[in-house]
């Protein structure tokens, strides 16, 4: 793994390898000094082209735990708002000596651009492109749903939502079937893409009738922005058809537990007892989401690139 | 023992020569301690965390009482972290009592540079204060980098540089035996 740019590039291995690592990165929370030295001298740079608020500061939480020098950037405020391209901006990088760069852009390929052009010989972690893709999103669901069901074999996980638009939708679900789990993607027509037949899930479009066979719900954010190309008729007809209320919330199975990556729109897909119940995980995502990080930045970035040293004697 | 090389593994060790080893390393911790009180066991990833099981169920027959005992991944305190491609964690597992005013005796299978004990160090001081910390281990083959000793050894095993020492134990290799084979011989 030199990048990680898509969740369809992992194999089973490097992904279970990725959350056994979280899993021990994990255990620092509750150590008395949350720090340890793996990256010690590496420089992380957080490339934000686009708003965030949890991705960037659980990256930078993340790098700062493991050591790393953290530079954050992001567009406003910088030259890009003068006209620098993405180019110049990765050359600037390189000559600062960035050994990693998380990067955020609203054009989809952005991280895949920067780490192929040869711009710049730093790690890419892609951070969310466009509509694209968002792995160590997928990387943390997958990480919070291993901890509540076990093993992901088998299970079924259902994702409801603007999937169209969803870079979450799309890594989950490449992630999740490369994890082994049985994924139906729920959404109006109008929010799905036009050919789903190379996407390894199921899709519906009815909510309830999936409601009793699902271990997980992953309710994804309706992106009000979006919302002015009528997708669907009214706010008040897609809660009533697609939101997660506490009657649906009833017919899950005994064990399933509720997600969203947040930020919620509470009333809208989801409905406030919903979010703030026993079954949601959603806080707890949050917490996930720094010992994820932790691993995907420990494996790219500490070691050498050379592969062919022996195990220590 | 001849430290003349070999080339085919030879056993040094057998199970019952290990067995007695770590029943007296057992014996000496308890008489330097003056008993199991302070006593924290930590095992270092892999092979040090079933000596360290071993080392504690003997005390438990001899005290009548357990000791905590844990496991210390060292992984990410190496100082050849950044040379060599990044490797996957072992499991770091803290007795609940935790390590302050304690006694840790760090547990691993061969001491050979020093090197894995310098990161432990690193490792216990970003978890707690131990009162002291010993190290016991079941195979000192010489050619210290660092100036660190073993408090408890199994065996002093004089060694050659080309030569490569390997312990198995039951619960991971199928049997009890220190092995030890010319770099360059059959595969251990």
Redesign the interface.
Known sequence: MRHLLSAGDLSRDEAN?IL??AE??R?LAD???K????LR?RTVVNLFFEDSTRTRISFEAAAKRLSADVINFSAKGSSVSKGESLKDTALTLQAMGADGVVCRHGASGAPHLLATSGWMTGAVVNAGDGTHEHPTQALLDAFTMRRHLGSLDGRRITIVGDVLHSRVARSNVLLLATLGAEVTVVAPPTLLPVDMSRWPCTTSYDFDAVLAKSDAVMMLRVQRERMGDAYFPSAREYTRRYGLDVHRMAQLPENAIVMHPGPMNRGMEISAEVADSTRSVIVEQVTNGVAVRMAVL??????????T?EP?? | MSPAPVPVPRTVLDASDISRALTRIAHEILERNRGADPVVLLGVPTRGVGLATRISERIAAVEGQSVPTGSLDVTMYRDDIGLKPARALEHTDIPPGGIDGKVVVLVDDVLFSGRTIRAALDAIGDIGRPKAVQLAVLVDRGHRELPIRADYVGKNLPTSLLERVTVNLTEYDGADAVLIADKTGAAV
């Open positions: 390898l056994d690592t021990e990165m255990s150590r008395p000094i720090k340890l030295p793996a001298g420990y494996l790219l970035l500490s070691g050498s690139n050379e592969s040293e220590p004697a």
